[in-house]
């Protein structure tokens, strides 16, 4: 286990340890299927602060062979239910053929980096037997973050000792030591195995941990942050933010059988406590939000991210179908 310098800042910081109740405000966006890179989904959706009138979101949308993109709508800062903008083009599209993304580019991570913004994000590549591979690669936008390009053909993580089958949807936090280094540390999902499942190739995914200097080579040990239990057999998209003291990381978490269909079995949020990042304690009745009675995000919520908006906590999260529902918002009343 890494040794735990000291830091002095850290890109996200929560002021409070309490936990409080999210209050959903709803739905923000859906794709209307009109354009061909984005016939369907506006999924794993990142909130990406342009100014103090306009804040942009980032999706993953998908074409019409289910290859995903990365593309942008534009919220109003001051009512976020509010689309300005829908750009009308990717910002990143899949690889070329043979290439770990040839199938499709999904954004997972947004970093600032002086005049550059670096996104790190999940290549997918299909599998005939387990349906499909994933990594980890890195784009960087020189041009405001309206066209991204890849930092090198490979990924900067793929299978390894310790990531089984493939890795995916990492959260990057930079953090200051007390001698002014960078330590970059990034939580993100590992697939341990794929079970067989009512004749469907389906994966089992826990959330891991890795450290790096440069935020390009990175070290990992096969530390397990949040894994499986009893019911948890997959874990989605990692979102650590830092209070204090206190890691907290919200995440979604499943069944692997009949999460499709079953609203016993998807996806709700989860919620986890760590002192140092890498040992976590999971606390999922602190989530403080749940799947709806009905609507657009009664059958499951997925795929969050937290951000900081006008003095409050803000949650951007997918609903029903994996994000073919579109992402809305919810927002922590005292905090």
Not at 106 to 112: A, D, Q, R, T, V
Not at 149 to 157: Q, T
């Amino acid at each position: 286990m890494w040794k735990t310098p000291g830091f002095t800042s850290a890109p996200t910081v929560i002021n409070n340890h309490s936990q409080s109740m999210w209050t959903k405000k709803g739905l923000i966006y859906k794709t209307d299927g009109q354009r061909p890179f984005s016939r369907t989904h506006a999924q794993v959706p990142f909130a990406f602060p342009l100014n103090e009138e306009r804040l942009r979101v980032y999706f993953a949308t998908r074409d019409e062979n289910r290859a995903s993109s990365t593309s942008f709508v534009e919220l109003d800062a001051n009512d976020l239910s509010k689309v300005l903008y829908v750009h009308d083009k990717p910002c990143l599209t899949k690889g070329a053929v043979g290439m770990f993304d040839e199938t499709g580019a999904m954004p997972s991570w947004f970093l600032k980096r002086g005049d550059e913004i670096w996104l790190y994000y999940t290549g997918w590549n299909k599998s005939e037997t387990a349906w499909y591979r994933l990594g980890i690669g890195l784009a960087i936008s020189r041009d405001g973050g309206l066209t991204f390009e890849r930092a090198y053909d490979g990924p900067l993580l793929d299978r390894s000792i310790y990531d089984q089958v493939w890795v995916a949807q990492p959260c990057v936090m930079v953090e200051t030591n007390t001698d002014g280094t960078e330590r970059w540390r990034m939580w993100y999902l590992s697939c341990t195995k794929i079970e067989i499942i009512n004749n469907h190739p389906e994966p089992f995914y826990d959330v891991k941990y890795a450290e790096s200097k440069d935020g390009i080579t990175w070290e990992r040990k096969g530390i397990v942050c949040v894994g499986y239990n009893e019911f948890t057999d997959a874990i989605g998209r990692p979102a650590v933010v830092k209070d204090r003291d206190l890691y907290k990381m919200y995440y979604s978490y499943r069944s692997a059988t009949d999460f499709r269909t079953s609203v016993e079995k998807s996806y709700r949020i989860g919620y986890a406590e760590s002192k140092d990042g890498i040992t976590w304690e999971r606390k999922d009745e602190q989530a403080g939000i749940e799947r709806s009675a009905d609507g657009w995000d009664s059958a499951m919520m997925d795929y969050c991210h937290l951000f900081r908006h006008q003095g409050k906590w803000t949650m951007l999260y997918n609903g029903n179908g994996f994000g073919a529902a579109g992402f809305g918002y919810a927002v922590q009343e005292s905090n």
